[in-house]
C-alpha cells in the first residue's frame, strides 16, 4: 500500500463496464511526512474509490490484484484502488 492525497474526480461516460457505478478519484502519491516524492510531483492517477474518499483527503491506495480483490464482482479493469482514508500520520523519530 502506498498515500496518496486526492486531488480531484474523474468523469468517464465511455468505460469498461466493470468500472460502472464506481467513484473514479485523482490521486498524487505522497511520501511518510506528507510530502511529494521528487519524481512523482507532477504525475497524477486515477483510482477507483471504495471508502467514499473525496478531494483533499489522504488516503491508503492498493495497486494491481490486490486493487481488483477490494470490489466483490470482477473487477478486470481495475488496477488502483483506494482502500483506506487517513486520519492521522505520526514517524517514530528514532526510526
Do not use: C, Y
Amino acid at each position: 500500500m502506498q498515500l496518496a492525497k486526492v486531488i480531484g474526480s474523474v468523469v468517464s461516460t465511455q468505460k469498461s463496464h466493470s468500472l460502472t457505478g464506481k467513484k473514479l478519484l485523482l490521486v498524487q502519491l505522497l511520501n511518510a511526512d506528507g510530502t511529494h516524492p521528487e519524481q512523482e510531483r507532477l504525475r497524477e492517477e486515477v483510482a477507483v474509490d471504495s471508502v467514499g474518499a473525496g478531494e483533499g483527503e489522504i488516503v491508503l491506495i492498493a495497486r494491481g490484484a490486490s486493487a481488483r480483490w477490494v470490489f466483490d464482482e470482477p473487477n478486470e479493469a481495475i488496477d488502483l484502488a483506494i482502500v483506506g482514508i487517513v486520519d492521522s500520520l505520526s514517524q517514530n523519530p528514532s526510526a
